[in-house]
């Protein structure tokens, strides 16, 4: 199935941006990303720093009712880096396996997610999470699973690279 795009305009998501951690050229990247796709149900896409011992933590929360507030809300998009952790920065989860005896040529397994920097470790966290928001709503044509997630993470994190150098720094000349 092919992918289903809206056209929005790069400039006015209808959706709301926090960078918590200081990465303006992470958010600009998904939100380009995104730019593409009908974002109509998606409230929000946040980048927050994270305190706890790991690497990273998304979420994808789908529309639904807030417990504490009773009231409804659409998709929300939230990814958190620990901004304090030093390299080697690496993440172990599920993704694509190759395998010859499997039709597909991959099975879901566990595999080791390295990047080079804490900003390529925020936009594959962000772009696993648009994934499960993309996939739920029928834009992509893939089954919702943590293998796929990583797998379109990987995706994007290659496109990144193409345009922005180490430090964040958008390529002027691709």
């Known amino acids: 199935m092919p992918e289903r795009r809206v056209a929005t ?5 209808n959706y709301t941006v926090i960078d918590n951690v200081g990465m303006p050229h992470v958010v600009e990247f998904v939100r380009r990303q995104l730019a593409g796709f009908d974002t109509a ?7 927050l720093p994270l305190s706890r011992s790991v ?3 998304g979420e994808c929360t789908f529309p639904g009712e807030t417990a504490s507030r009773g009231t409804q809300h659409g998709y929300r998009i939230r990814a958190s880096v ?6 080697p920065y690496r993440f172990d989860h599920y993704g694509r396996v190759p395998s010859e005896r ?3 040529g991959w099975v879901s397994g566990e595999q ?3 990047f080079d920097d804490l900003e390529e470790c925020a936009v594959h966290t962000l772009s696993h999470e648009c994934f499960h928001f993309l996939s739920d709503t029928g834009q992509v044509g893939l089954q ?18 193409k345009l922005v ?7 002027l000349f691709c």
């Open 41 to 47: 149900a998606l409230d929000w896409l946040k980048l």
């Open 9 to 13: 305009l790069l400039n006015a998501p």
């Open 112 to 114: 080791t997610f390295h």
């Open 144 to 161: 919702n699973t943590e293998a796929n997630a990583n797998w379109w993470g990987d995706r994007w994190l290659e496109a990144y690279r």
């Open 102 to 104: 499997n039709p597909r």
């Open 55 to 57: 690497l990273l933590h």
């Open 165 to 171: 150098d180490p430090g964040g720094q958008f390529r």
């Open 82 to 87: 620990n901004v304090m952790m030093a390299p």
